[in-house]
């Protein structure tokens, strides 16, 4: 089994759809839990980080950790065409290790 | 505020060539710095990592090397580019922010070796 497990889609919606993008892991030692979006060519950027467990939002993200069932989301509301990138998750134990999921591509139809 | 610059965008090189690509980070002391590649379909493959100024740590073996002469510049080298060696590849470093330790990428090098 793989470490990290990242649907690589392609998913499509329209516009004002609320997306769903998943991961899930098998180390329960992970502790830092990270959402990066990628345009075409360019850096990741870091979307959403949360240390350990719990929620977090910020405007219309919203990223959720599972510790129990090993499973991290990012939800996107009111989605827009803007949002179509790729969107990485990534997770570890500490930095110098952290693993990246292959990536989600999202394409945002107006 | 902290900025991470990468150069050039993109590089074309042949079969045997040496390489260069430089990474320079702005605004922090002491950064972490990192070097990945991300070729397609595969995700991003972190090559190297470095705690401080001549403090490297190899994490696949390969093709290339690197070095950190200065405590904010990270350069990745090869003496001898492979056609396997094609791929983007990223610098990144990393900071306590807001808490926790975050990892931030520069806008990337695509390498194409023909």
């Known amino acids: 089994q793989k470490e990290v497990e990242q649907d690589p889609g392609p998913l499509s919606v329209p516009e004002g759809a609320i997306v769903s993008l998943n991961c899930t892991y098998s180390?329960?030692?992970?502790?830092?839990f990270m959402w990066y979006r990628q345009y075409s060519r360019k850096g990741p950027e870091l979307l959403m980080y949360?240390?350990?467990?719990g929620n977090k939002e910020d405007g219309r993200f919203t990223a959720q950790v599972d510790k129990s069932s090993k499973y991290i989301s990012l939800f996107i509301r009111d989605s827009q065409p803007s949002d179509s990138a790729t969107y990485l998750c990534?997770?570890?134990?500490?930095?110098?290790?952290?693993?990246f999921g292959k990536g989600t591509t999202l394409s945002v139809s107006s | 505020s902290q900025t991470i610059h990468q150069w050039p965008a993109t590089l074309v090189q042949p079969v045997g060539s040496p390489l260069s690509l430089e990474c320079t980070v702005e605004?922090?002391?002491?950064?972490?710095l990192y070097w990945y590649r991300q070729a397609a379909g595969r995700g991003l493959q972190l090559l190297f990592y470095?705690?401080?100024?001549?403090?490297i740590s190899s994490e696949v073996p390969q093709n290339l090397s690197a070095s950190r002469p200065q405590d904010r510049q990270f350069i990745l080298s090869s003496k001898k580019l492979l056609l396997s060696d094609s791929g983007f590849y990223l610098c990144?470093?990393?900071?306590?922010?807001?808490?926790?330790?975050?990892?931030?990428f520069g806008s990337g090098t695509q390498l194409s070796v023909l």
């Open positions: 990144a470093w990393s900071a306590a922010v807001g808490g926790g330790e975050k990892l931030f």
């Open positions: 180390n329960s030692a992970f502790q830092y």
């Open positions: 949360t240390y350990s467990s």
């Open positions: 990534a997770m570890s134990e500490n930095l110098a290790a952290l693993i």
């Open positions: 605004g922090t002391s002491n950064p972490n």
């Open positions: 470095s705690v401080g100024i001549g403090q």
